[in-house]
């Protein structure tokens, strides 16, 4: 139940709709968003003007924290110590490999996901990928969909056994 969430991670918030809907659904924890400065401020100017509370820098004040370092997202993380769900609709398969290890590294210490993908993007096999990372994390209970309105794409559901 997303009403029991108290923490929430997005790699790539856009203009910050996702976070807008949640928080209108009734979340009202820390939801966390990683992205380009360029689109914190978008990310905040948007959020803002719908009164929902931003902050960017790490807090565990409920509120939408908007960071785009990595160790300013190192820092959050050690004050939630978990998170509840993690979010990545086409940002991480947008990403680098570089970039993406970075951000699935935290995946451990989620308890539930949201992705979204396409098949490829910049010659990157992302269906051989996320199949990939689906064998190398056993302790949660995957589901892949196709995204029938949008061919070659994909949404990834898990949550951890545990």
Sequence with gaps: NYLNMKTAFEFGGGYGGMAM????????????IFD???FNLLQKYYL???GIEVSMEPTTKSCVVLLSSFEMLHRQF????H?????ATWSLSESSLSVRSHITNIMPS???????YQHVFEGIDNVVYFDTL???HPEIQWQKSA???????YYLFGYDKN
Excluded at 78 to 81: D, F, I, N, T, V
Excluded at 110 to 116: E, G, P, R, S, T
């Design 134 to 136: 689906m064998k190398n």
């Design 147 to 153: 995204i029938v309105h949008l061919p070659n794409q």
């Design 78 to 81: 050690e004050m939630m110590k």
């Design 36 to 38: 380009f400065p360029e």
């Design 83 to 87: 998170i509840d769900i993690y979010i």
């Design 48 to 50: 803002k003007s719908h």
């Design 110 to 116: 989620c308890k539930h996901w949201l992705i979204a």
């Design 21 to 32: 809907l949640i928080h209108r659904l009734g979340f009202t924890g820390v939801y966390v």
